[in-house]
């Protein structure tokens, strides 16, 4: 058995004398572990940081045997992001969400190559690419099963009007009928219905929170695992942008 293809390195853990067992995402064979012979060496251990793009061949003689990895490094997306902080939480919360959340050796073309554009592009700053990264994590809700809907008001069917998504349904409502519930309802910044629209901190910060909900019950709930650190820091992160950008409040009449 053996293939070749282009890879995101999601994982890398060091085994034995040098060799390390990486994880790849791959766009035909989904996220899939081999080892590597002198992985952890001084020689290749940057080559298999978390995030990088590789083009990676795995060879075994079974199908379901762990196999052995080589690779080249194609893209060293690990080490420009070192200098940005926001774009290595960023870089480790798409390694780490994708590693935890994908099924073993199940494909997922798209949520590989949603990716691949975030990581080509992550060196020109986070914040160019925050929002892309929020539309992913839909896209992999998506492709998990768990897609939420937000064409048209679960109440109405209205197509205008939507401010809100139901944290049970998974469903856009309008700001009138989400208005009752307050804090309850999750934010729907306009630009997770149409990606083309502006967004700032606040936009994704509420859109990291809306899908952080579905990631935590759906995707992780239901295998009763957590959310994986590496994802509430980035989502940290984002909340302390939104934070600082808001304008303060006005100080209380005398």
Request: net charge negative; glycine share 8%; proline share 8%.
């Amino acid at each position: 058995m053996e293939w070749t293809a282009p890879a995101i390195v999601l994982d890398s853990r060091p085994l034995g004398e040098g060799g390390a067992v990486v994880t790849l995402l791959t766009e035909e064979h989904g996220r899939h572990a081999g080892l590597v012979k002198g992985g952890a060496s001084r020689g290749q251990v940057a080559t298999w940081l978390p995030g990088n793009l590789v083009e990676a061949r795995w060879v075994a003689r079974l199908s379901d045997q762990l196999g052995h990895l080589s690779g080249e490094l194609v893209h060293p997306t690990a080490a420009l992001a070192m200098e940005d902080p926001l774009a290595l939480a960023l870089l480790s919360s798409a390694c780490a969400v994708a590693m935890e959340a994908l099924p073993e050796r199940e494909a997922h073309p798209a949520a590989f190559r949603a990716l691949l554009p975030i990581i080509a592009h992550l060196q020109t700053g986070a914040v160019e690419v925050i929002p892309d990264y929020a539309q992913w994590e839909m896209l992999l809700l998506a492709e998990l099963g768990y897609g939420l809907d937000l064409s048209r008001c679960a109440m109405t069917g209205d197509t205008q009007g939507l401010t809100h998504v139901s944290p049970k349904s998974g469903r856009a409502v309008r700001s009138d009928i989400a208005a009752p519930y307050g804090d309850r309802m999750l934010v729907l910044p306009p630009f997770l219905r149409k990606a083309t629209l502006p967004s700032g901190p606040k936009d994704w910060s509420d859109a990291l929170r809306l899908t952080g909900h579905f990631l935590a019950r759906d995707a992780f709930g239901v295998h009763h695992r957590p959310v994986p650190a590496a994802r509430q820091a980035l989502a940290d992160r984002v909340d302390a942008l939104a934070q600082a950008a808001a304008p303060a409040e006005a100080p209380p009449a005398a």
